[in-house]
């Protein structure tokens, strides 16, 4: 079996009884990043080997991982927080084991955007989840198509590029477009800022972005 395990997000009591069950159970671990992971994994006293697993070795390690799990061997996969395969690696893993006919389990768990987007305050029965948007080719193109995305639209976004995606998003948005820009889940300076993306154009101008953020837009209204 292959596990895809969701850790903590900044606040580690949001690991699972069943997260951690597992840890101790599967033969082994792959780690987004070892220094990352291993603050967690002794933390909750875990025991189980661990290896590296990223975007830069994931297509080399896939075959030996592959042949580990035909062989009966239960791995977990984890990324340096929240759900694996969610803006982290995990999918080219997970798409091996179903070719080789390995069963797949993600649990449930954490993740930014579901909390961002639950307490952004904008609709939220059905969204479009976009991800970091392509850093330059594509950019302008993606975000001149979501603008007239009808249903929320959910971003990842460093802080250093967070007032440049205002900037870029107000000229096919409109700058009253409604937005929460969601900080720091789960963390010590959690901050949610909600209004049009004008105002936090503005209230990111006066207050440095700091942290990690998740950015919720309104959809396109006719
Ligand atoms: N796999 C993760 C998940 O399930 O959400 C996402 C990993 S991605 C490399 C990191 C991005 O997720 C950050 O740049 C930020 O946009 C978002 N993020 C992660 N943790 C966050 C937090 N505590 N608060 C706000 N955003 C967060």
């Not at 395990?5 to 159970?25: C, M, S, V, Y």
């Not at 030996?64 to 893993?93: H, Y």
Request: contains cysteine; hydrophobic residues 40%; neutral net charge.
């Amino acid at each position: 079996m292959l596990y895809l395990i969701p850790t903590p997000i900044g606040n580690l009591e949001d690991i699972t009884l069943r997260a951690l069950r597992l840890f101790k159970e599967v033969d082994l671990i792959l780690v987004e990043d070892t220094r990352v992971s291993s603050k967690l994994l002794n933390h909750f006293t875990i025991e189980t080997p661990y290896t590296s697993f990223h975007m830069h070795n994931e297509h080399q390690k896939t075959p030996n991982i592959i042949a580990q799990l035909k062989e009966g061997r239960n791995i977990a996969v984890i990324s340096d927080a929240g759900t694996p395969g969610i803006s982290d690696p995990g999918f080219l893993l997970v798409r091996a084991a179903l070719e080789a006919e390995i069963e797949v389990q993600c649990l449930p768990g954490p993740t930014a955007l579901i909390p961002a987007l639950v307490q952004s305050g904008l609709p939220c029965e059905r969204f479009v989840f976009e991800g970091f948007l392509p850093p330059k080719k594509g950019r302008v193109s993606r975000l001149e198509s979501l603008a007239t995305e009808p249903k929320t639209v959910v971003l990842y976004e460093s802080p250093h590029k967070l007032l440049k995606l205002f900037d870029q998003m107000v000229p096919f948005f409109g700058a009253a477009r409604s937005v929460a820009v969601v900080r720091e889940l789960s963390k010590l300076y959690e901050s949610t800022f909600r209004g049009t993306l004008a105002e936090a154009h503005t209230f990111f101008l006066e207050h440095k972005p700091k942290g990690e953020f998740v950015i919720v837009v309104e959809g396109f209204k006719n």
